[in-house]
Nanobody
C-alpha cells in the first residue's frame, strides 16, 4: 500500500509564504504524476499544480506565485507558495499516480493553509 503524508501548512499573513511538502511511502516502482490540489469550504477540489516528468502545469491562480518541485529519488513533492492571498486558504492535498504492482492514484489527508488579511 502507498501512503502520502503532507506537511507545511499553517497560518500566514497575506503576502507571506509557505512551503508544503508531501512524501510517499510504500512499495513504489515509479511515480508518474505528482500534484497538489486544494479544496476550500463549500467549493470543489481544484488542481493547483502538477508535475509529470518534465511537464509542469499550474492553475491560472497559481502562476507566478507558486512553484512545484519534485525529488523522484525521495518520492517527494513540494509546493512553494509566495505572495499568498486570502483566497488561497484551503486544505491542500497531495496526489500521486504511482506504479506498484499496478498503477493507482493516491491521496494524502491534506494540510490546512489559512491566510489572514
Amino acid at each position: 500500500q502507498v501512503q502520502l503524508v503532507e506537511s507545511g501548512g499553517g497560518l500566514v499573513q497575506a503576502g507571506g509564504s509557505l512551503r508544503l511538502s508531501c512524501a510517499a511511502s510504500g512499495t513504489i516502482f515509479s511515480i508518474n504524476v505528482m500534484a497538489w490540489y486544494r479544496q476550500a469550504p463549500g467549493k470543489q477540489r481544484e488542481l493547483v499544480a502538477r508535475i509529470s516528468g518534465d511537464e509542469i502545469l499550474y492553475a491560472d491562480s497559481a502562476k507566478g506565485r507558486f512553484t512545484i518541485s519534485s525529488d523522484n529519488a525521495k518520492n517527494t513533492v513540494a509546493l512553494q507558495m509566495n505572495n499568498l492571498k486570502p483566497e488561497d486558504a484551503a486544505v491542500y492535498l497531495c496526489n500521486m499516480v504511482v506504479r506498484t504492482s499496478y498503477v493507482g492514484s493516491y491521496w494524502g489527508k491534506g494540510t490546512t493553509v489559512i491566510v489572514s488579511s
